[in-house]
């Protein structure tokens, strides 16, 4: 069983200007004249952090993180009262990644993602071909009506339904049946006490059900106010949008991607993002590898979730 590579340290960090006021941070690590690789964190609204340098072998690649608009490192940060977040969108951050490309002097690059990762790397992929030359993609997640009723709209609170109760607890109760839009006006309220606690509900849902067992370091990060924050107003603002994508559009379009190497990995037992969304992705586009772990959720840092992303980078390498 694969595990992490050893820790290893940037090289290179900066803030690239990409517009619209916005700055994001990024890093390089690894070997400068390796193979050029990107990681692309979930959320969105999360941020990078240094264990996904470690899915690549740091002798083999020049290894890139980035935090999104708004989020980690990036400024401005949307924890701030004054947060903007209209040019906050999928095909803005898709510009960024494709900006920070140029910005490297990559011709192509490895482009590795998870959960909402997987969803921006496929929409990176499918908008600009030629700069990527590998996929290796986990916890598929394409924001599609469905997937977002499942888990923000009460289907996954058959499996947990005392943690549902958590996260329904700040909505008055006659404004239950919409929850992303009434989640979508408690985050957008000045009033702190109105937002933070509605933020903190919120990331502790998602970070309660995204491991198999219960993580409680994991629920204590998301539940940190300026984290949680960002995090809840960023998420709902994309599922308030559908991520500006067409219903279904990533996985339509996958086909166009047949001539990319990839591979998708995911957890059996994944309650934030079901295997249905990974498994109609491999149907549409049966040239991509599905590694389905039949002992895992959704987060990257499971064993058998983690040993198939390094076993898939390994791969790539050459």
Known sequence: MRSFY??????????????????????????????????????????????????????????????????????????APEADLTSITTWHIVEDIESLRRHLDVEAWLVCGGSWGSALALAYAEKHPAAVSELVLRGIFTLRPSELDWFYEGGAASVYPDLWEGFV?????????????????LLNDP????HVPAAKAWSRWESSA???????????????????????????????????????????????????????????????????????LHRAWPEAELRMIPDAGHAFTEPGILDAIIEATDRFAS
Not at 44 to 65: C, H, N
Not at 169 to 185: D, I, K, N
Not at 191 to 194: E, G, L, S, Y
Not at 232 to 260: C, P, T, Y
């Open 210 to 280: 995204i491991t198999l067992l219960p993580d409680e370091s994991l629920v204590e990060h998301f539940t940190e106010d300026a984290f949680a924050v960002a995090f809840a107003r960023i998420e709902n603002h994309f599922f308030m949008h559908g991520g500006w994508f067409e219903d279904g559009q990533l996985i339509r379009d996958a086909s166009s991607l047949k001539d990319v190497p990839a591979v998708i990995v995911q957890g059996r037992y994944d309650m934030c993002t079901p295997a249905v969304t990974a498994w109609d």
């Open 191 to 194: 009033d702190p006490a109105v």
């Open 169 to 185: 607890a700040p909505v008055p109760p006659e404004q239950r049946g919409r929850l992303v839009e009434a989640y979508s006006r």
């Open 6 to 79: 050893p820790e290893v340290e940037p090289h290179e960090t900066g803030l690239l200007d990409v517009g619209d006021g916005h700055q994001i941070y990024y890093e390089v690590s690894g070997n400068p004249a390796g193979k050029p690789a990107v990681y692309l964190h979930g959320g969105p609204g999360g941020a990078s952090s240094p264990d996904q340098r470690r899915v690549f072998d740091p002798e083999k690649y020049r290894i890139v993180l980035l935090d999104q608009r708004g989020c980690g490192q990036s400024l401005p940060h949307a924890s």
